[in-house]
């Protein structure tokens, strides 16, 4: 593949809600610039984007992939992002390093959750945005209800630039508006300019008139030239266009039917034309330290320091790590070494290349603002910036959501067990939403994401990929055990056998602590009632035994133990003796100071339409949640509560069903607080009988 200047680069996201033919598109599109064969359907596994076996397995896009196509002396490196709401964190690692958005939509469809989620992350992004009203051969497709949705979410800089010739079996090629010129498809090949039908002449002139009066209100000199001369031609047009559109003062709307490759050359003609290039958006904005405030600019041209964005990483089976990288100044060659300046060390950037799709084409360098790939690098993973050691710059990562959901997971066989980690650790490089650590208190091993199919995917391609298969189960919540009252009991171990009996005597009183205190030991022992070298045996008894717990076999927390007195033997006594006195001292305590069972609470925030705020409310409410304020935010109700973990483990499936889909929620641990009498007794009766009756004995 040739290498492109700078200006002669267009990096675009093709976004948009799952199922509206993204995948499609690129497909068409890589085949209208004869770099595929024929076009691949993602249903049949055989788009060159998605290449994943997941993918393949269950038609749907999985990973944002790169495949960039050549059109009209121009490189359109085209991110193909997933449009499933748990993928938006991938789907975001595409718009990271793209200039304009691609916000596909279906014609019969419209306007879907998605489509709200990119357009949110664009704007906060400050990325221009077209839209594609796409699959328009499809029956009831329509471009005028799309548009008119369109308008009513996203404002009136939303314009169409072309119209369709004919719509559903009949949909037959496009209307340019820019240039009030049909072309014309009729066997699914490539578009013939003819003369506009008589019929479509009005629409043509006020589809023009519409968009040169949106490119005029920017600016003041073709304000003027429009009040003069009644239009603006079409050479002060054309870069008004793109200024309007760079500036997001307006958002072309498009139309196509990739899956009949109707439409495609005149979108690709567009974009090529009118989106915006990697310098057209001004410098990119770094920060001088990392994780700093973005204090930092460098100039998008080659003549700048050389500095890399790596947005994105893949685990290939015969390549190892492939990392995906920006150029966001400079020029790259072939075999270049950097620094990595978010982890510090060198690296050499061999065999320099561009991916379509999971294949690497070699490429001598890259130019500022281009797009490509090196495989092995040995320690820069998703969100470094590598460049130039004598000009550093860190530029902002795209910021790893928090997992919605946790599983238990098991490996099935020893095998899996050493194989799991190093098979998790290659995930985990790959896709910045998936989690996995152990839980400490209950020992097992969690995987999160950002739903249950999210996780189910990561679980699949562990048993494709690596050969690793694990069991998901529900994980257990960290319950934690306490005191509400005080004991002062005695501990007392004596054991007589053949030679050395065992003795150990210690008297303790027990007493509880504000929440979130821990575990406090208090030595009050004087006139040597107990020597010195066995008062520390005598706290580790405790402390073990309040770890195994004494209701339910969670560990006991937020109490105070005051040794204060005992005795010994000169011959029987040990350490062992008085660690278990320690432990049966605190066994006698727990009996009489009103054990109770605590759970955590987490510090909930769900975001969804205001329609749904009640539904949410009463929802929150039955799971036992303390409201503790709402406000709005983008259109959205807020609201904040405190809700037990034991009720939230089932909150993403509960949430997508309650607001179709447009619910989002996170939740950080708060506080530990007491458990209801009655979900005590269940989990104290469920946690005994999984224990086989240990605990019941003890109590």
């Not at 281009?370 to 860190?394: C, E, N, R, Y």
């Not at 899996?416 to 790959?430: C, F, Q, R, S, W």
């Amino acid at each position: 593949m040739r290498v492109y200047d700078t200006a002669d680069i267009r990096n675009l996201a093709v976004a948009g809600h799952a199922g509206c033919g993204k995948t499609t598109f690129v497909s068409a599109a890589l085949y209208q610039a004869g770099a595929t064969g024929s076009l691949g359907r993602v249903e049949a596994g055989a788009a060159p984007t998605d290449f994943d076996e997941e993918e393949a397995a269950r038609g749907i896009s999985i990973f944002t992939a790169v495949a960039p196509v050549e059109w009209q002396q121009r490189k359109l490196n085209l991110l193909d992002a997933p449009g499933y709401g748990i993928f938006l964190p991938e789907a975001e690692l595409a718009l990271s390093a793209a200039e304009c958005v691609l916000l596909v939509v279906d014609a019969v469809a419209g306007v879907e959750v998605q489509t709200e989620k990119i357009w949110r992350v664009a704007e906060r992004r400050g990325l221009p945005v077209a839209f594609l009203v796409n699959r328009m051969d499809r029956d009831r497709a329509s471009m005028e209800r799309t548009v008119a949705a369109l308008k009513s979410r996203f404002g009136r800089g939303v314009t169409p630039v072309m119209l369709p010739v004919g719509e559903g079996k009949d949909f037959a090629g496009t209307a340019d508006l820019v240039d009030r010129k049909v072309w014309r498809s009729p066997a699914g090949g490539g578009a013939a300019k003819e003369a506009a039908p008589e019929a479509m002449a009005a629409a043509l002139d006020a589809g023009h008139e519409a968009i040169v009066e949106l490119v005029a209100e920017g600016d003041d000199a073709l304000m003027e030239e429009f009040f003069a001369e009644g239009t603006i031609p079409n050479e002060h047009l054309h870069p008004g266009l793109r200024q309007a559109i760079a500036a997001r003062r307006m958002f072309p709307v498009l139309c196509a039917a990739p899956g009949a490759n109707v439409g495609v050359d005149r979108c690709l003609e567009f974009l090529a034309q009118f989106a915006p290039d990697p310098a057209a958006l001004g410098p990119a904005k770094g920060a001088r330290r990392a994780g700093g405030e973005l204090d930092a600019e460098r100039p998008v041209a080659d003549d700048a320091p050389l500095s890399i964005y790596v947005f994105k990483t893949m685990a290939d089976p015969f390549a190892g790590r492939v990392s995906y990288l920006k150029v966001k100044s400079g020029k790259l060659a072939n075999d270049a070494a950097v620094a990595n300046f978010t982890r510090g060390g060198l690296e050499k950037l061999s065999h320099l290349g561009v991916m379509m799709g999971k294949q690497q084409l070699a490429v001598a360098e890259l130019h500022a603002g281009d797009i490509g790939a090196v495989a092995k690098l040995k320690d820069t993973l998703t969100g470094d910036t590598l460049g130039d050691k004598s000009a550093p710059i860190f530029y902002p990562a795209v910021k790893a959501p928090e997992a919605a959901i946790h599983f238990a997971i098991e490996p099935k066989s020893r095998g899996d067990e050493d194989k799991i980690g190093a098979a998790l650790h290659k995930m985990l490089e790959e896709d910045i939403a998936l989690h996995f650590a152990r839980d400490e208190q209950t020992k097992e091993f969690l995987l999160g994401g950002a739903g249950q199919q999210h996780v189910e995917i990561a679980v699949a391609r562990l048993r494709r990929r690596y050969h690793v298969e694990v069991a998901l189960k529900a994980p257990k919540v960290p319950y934690r055990e306490t005191v509400r009252g005080k004991a002062d009991v005695q501990g007392r171990h004596k054991k007589q056998t053949g030679g050395h009996g065992q003795f150990g005597d210690c008297r303790i009183r027990l007493e509880p602590l504000p929440r979130g205190a821990g575990f406090e030991f208090a030595n009050e022992i004087f006139g040597g009632a107990i020597p010195k070298n066995y008062i520390p045996a005598v706290e580790k008894g405790i402390v073990e035994s309040a770890q195994r717990g004494y209701l339910a076999g969670f560990p006991v927390v937020d109490f105070r133990v005051t040794l204060y007195d005992g005795s010994y033997h000169e011959v029987d006594s040990s350490e062992m003796a008085f660690k278990i006195a320690g432990s049966l001292a605190f066994k006698h305590a727990m009996e009489q100071a009103h054990p109770v069972l605590l759970e955590p609470v987490m510090e909930v925030e769900v975001q969804a339409p205001q329609d749904f705020a009640g539904d949410l409310i009463g929802d929150l409410n039955a799971r036992r949640g303390r409201i503790e304020g709402m406000d709005t935010r983008d259109g959205n109700q807020i609201v904040r509560a405190q809700v037990p973990l034991a009720e939230m483990l089932n909150y993403q499936s509960d949430l997508t069903a309650k607001t179709q889909g447009r619910g989002q929620f996170h939740m950080e641990f708060s506080h530990y607080d007491l458990v209801p009498q009655q979900q005590a007794e269940k989990v104290i009766a469920k946690a005994r009988a999984e224990q086989g009756g240990a605990h019941a004995e003890s109590a």
